[in-house]
């Protein structure tokens, strides 16, 4: 695997010394509040990052706009192959998902939109934390764990396991779905259709949503502000933390003991507070950790911020191989 | 794989024809109820099986009554490999064992005991849910699957994980846990140290426990009881089903959104009132498994009953490196 690091010595050895120069591969991130990509060079480097929230609307506003961040990445030069890191869940095989989060796309053949837009390239699709956790395994925060859980902490909570060295994504290409994983039988129905999930209580949305039923008052209330806060000590936004640390360690306790998980790497917008996020689910994790196995495993922050999603799905357009 | 099933032409591929006759291997499992043990043979006959209840009392009480169960299943023959299923959690690096339910085995040394009381031949060691999934997979239910969970619904509550056609059994030996992931996260502390563990829920005892406490009343309260009364109509027995259910549905439906699994095998004591348990896991199953990946999975009884932790240790003596 190579090509997906900021560029070092070591981090080269995909290139062809002397030879023609190896193209970039186009990189694409797509999620419930933002849609990314860039063109990432087989030393690591992304090119002409693209940015824009996901707008509200049906199949095609929707596309539409991913056509718009693709065309503003490429900037008119070509690729020989395209990764798409997209919310879950999809299906892998037929290369159409149903992200929880944009309801207007359910069955959407994305994979095959997007290399009719390019012109016919390979593309390879997998779930946003998968390409994620593909990225912190192989070059942050979860070097050296035999059995990693990279979760996205934002407008959903998703994931991506990486067991044994190799990407798990199952049969279906949805492993890791740790959002919709049920912690609280009795609670919250969940838009995918059940109840008590992880994302009921530990999503950004979620977090704002109950805070704001239990009183906190903000001009421009989300999950940013919510933190800020609880740093600066506002009861409310630190019990909204408290019940979403509440979910998380819950479920990563569960993820630990069903997959003997040594290492979990927390990235998406929510991770981001790190500060504010850290003490309640230290606090949550010895609750509800009881084995010794389950309790030996360790959950650190994304090492690779927002860019994993990118430099995961670009690792996976280089060697698809890896799922 | 050879030798785990009951002989038939396509099942004696391990035999050498006019050759030696391949000694059999010794097969244990080790469970809070029972222990067994048998001579497995490499066409898959089990000879002199030995059964008897697993002791109260401290390390050595337990211990010796599995010698004696193994000296029975023995009969004075030798073996060149053992297997040994046994409850959870263990350390299959240590080859140590700290069953939930055997409370005075606490990082207890079974597999160099057992080699010692053996004369020294290789030892295997897995969860005993595991080594049933093992045998599930290869003989029984599981047969076909992509990404199987076999569960032990019994005294405790176990599995195992059988992904991509290997066993997934994690660095430390002890995924498959499913009854310590949490489903209530304001259940029952669970003698693991968590709460709100699906074992707090769906375990035969927690069951009768739940019943007891809740006005039903029996002579000789168990699980088998339970279910016949249920099957009668008691409307008590009914409920402890349904809230078992409940939290049995859950942590399948968990299993499966964080596993993308397409089967889920259940042995074990409770299994075998599939009648009486299959109506309201159907129904919960509807409540908790949202996703389409998730709703496509499909819950079984057990094939092989109360001989697929034996045939799974056998299997796992004959080929350690299929974990």
Known sequence: MTGVVPATAADTTGAVPGGPPVPAVLAVDIGGTKLAAALVEPDGRLRGRAIRPTPAGDTETIFAALAAVVGEAMGGETVTAAGIGCAGPLDAVAGTVSPVNIPSWRGFPVRD???????GPPVTLAND???GAVAEYRH???RGSRAMLGMVVSTGVGGGLVLDGRVYDGPTGNAGHIGHTVVDLGGEPCPCGSRGCVETLTSGPAMVRWALGNGWTHPAPDGAA???DARAGDPVALAAFERACRGLAAGIASA???CDLDRVVIGGGVSRSWDVL???LVRALRDYAGLAFVRRVTVVPSELGAEAGLLGAAALAHDPELV
């Open 278 to 280: 850290e003490p309640p």
């Open 129 to 131: 934390a998968v390409a």
């Open 140 to 142: 942050g925060a979860g």
């Open 113 to 119: 939109r997007l290399a009719a837009l390019l012109g």
């Open 256 to 258: 630990a003991a069903l």
């Open 226 to 228: 919510l933190a800020a």
